[in-house]
């Protein structure tokens, strides 16, 4: 509909794996709700797609149905991770490993310290209290960063402790998720957030339909992390 799919027109589906138009040595992917972006082998980011609220930073709240180099309005710095929420889109700044987000963030989820309605950020923004960090994931209203100590510290929306702090209270900045340690990547939904820890995968957060493996009869928020048990190989 907004051509996420990058392959120069919108409307219609397609049905067939179809090569994304203008792109090359890509070593990334991440796709939001209706845009995807993409980071090159040197740092770049392009997207396409929705722009409604700016994500493609180029001043203008125009979709892309071609891939286009994102910041032509507000540069992006060279990167060496990308992820893509909802609303939010961030990456790791290459030269000092620093936090980066920008979009709408009406939960917090940019952590530049604000929300509501009207918390559009056009510019590549700090995320506060965030530090240095080697991986961001995004998910529906709440981003989370891997520090270079392999700390998680996460913010936004925080209704069903998909934070990992132990509470349901929200946090417009960057917050320690202590529950966890060594941790080398993350997947976050709609409220809930998975990690790797160690070789164990630990989830905390909504579990109304089992997705913190916590088991269907445990409670529907689980605010303190749930080690999952994974099946045995046949």
């Given at each position: 509909?907004?051509?996420?799919?990058?392959?120069?027109?919108?409307?219609?589906?397609?049905?067939?794996?179809?090569?994304?138009?203008?792109?090359?040595?890509?070593?990334?992917?991440?796709?939001?709700?209706?845009?995807?972006?993409?980071?090159?082998?040197?740092?770049?980011?392009?997207?396409w797609?929705?722009?409604?609220?700016?994500?493609?930073?180029d001043?203008?709240?125009?979709?892309?149905?071609?891939?286009?180099?994102?910041?032509?309005?507000?540069?992006?710095?060279?990167?060496?991770?990308?992820?893509?929420?909802?609303?939010?889109?961030?990456?790791?700044?290459?030269?000092?490993?620093?936090?980066?987000?920008?979009?709408?963030?009406?939960?917090?989820?940019?952590?530049?310290?604000?929300?509501?309605?009207?918390?559009?950020?056009?510019?590549?923004?700090?995320?506060?209290?965030?530090?240095?960090?080697?991986?961001?994931f995004?998910?529906?209203?709440?981003?989370?960063?891997?520090?270079?100590?392999?700390?998680?510290?996460?913010?936004?929306?925080?209704?069903?402790?998909?934070?990992?702090?132990?509470?349901?209270?929200?946090?417009?900045?960057?917050?320690?998720?202590?529950?966890?340690?060594?941790?080398?990547?993350?997947?976050?939904?709609?409220?809930?957030?998975?990690?790797?820890?160690?070789?164990?995968?630990?989830?905390?957060?909504?579990?109304?339909?089992?997705?913190?493996?916590?088991?269907?009869?445990?409670?529907?928020?689980?605010?303190?992390?749930?080690?999952?048990?994974?099946?045995?190989k046949?």
């Amino acid at each position: 509909f907004w051509g996420e799919l990058g392959i120069g027109s919108k409307g219609t589906d397609t049905h067939v794996p179809t090569q994304v138009l203008n792109l090359v040595d890509i070593v990334q992917l991440a796709t939001s709700q209706d845009a995807t972006f993409v980071r090159d082998g040197a740092g770049a980011i392009f997207g396409w797609g929705k722009n409604v609220t700016g994500h493609l930073l180029d001043g203008t709240a125009q979709s892309s149905t071609v891939a286009k180099l994102v910041g032509s309005d507000s540069p992006v710095p060279a990167s060496v991770d990308l992820c893509a929420g909802e609303t939010q889109v961030c990456v790791v700044r290459k030269s000092d490993n620093k936090v980066l987000c920008w979009g709408k963030g009406d939960d917090g989820e940019v952590g530049n310290g604000k929300s509501g309605a009207n918390n559009i950020v056009k510019t590549p923004t700090e995320v506060v209290d965030a530090p240095k960090s080697k991986r961001v994931f995004c998910g529906r209203g709440h981003t989370c960063a891997v520090s270079l100590a392999g700390q998680l510290h996460c913010w936004g929306r925080n209704s069903s402790a998909q934070l990992g702090t132990g509470s349901t209270v929200a946090a417009l900045t960057a917050v320690w998720s202590e529950q966890v340690t060594s941790v080398t990547k993350a997947a976050l939904g709609i409220a809930h957030t998975c990690v790797l820890t160690n070789g164990q995968v630990r989830c905390f957060g909504r579990n109304d339909q089992g997705q913190v493996g916590a088991g269907l009869g445990s409670a529907t928020t689980v605010k303190k992390v749930v080690i999952v048990k994974l099946a045995a190989k046949a």
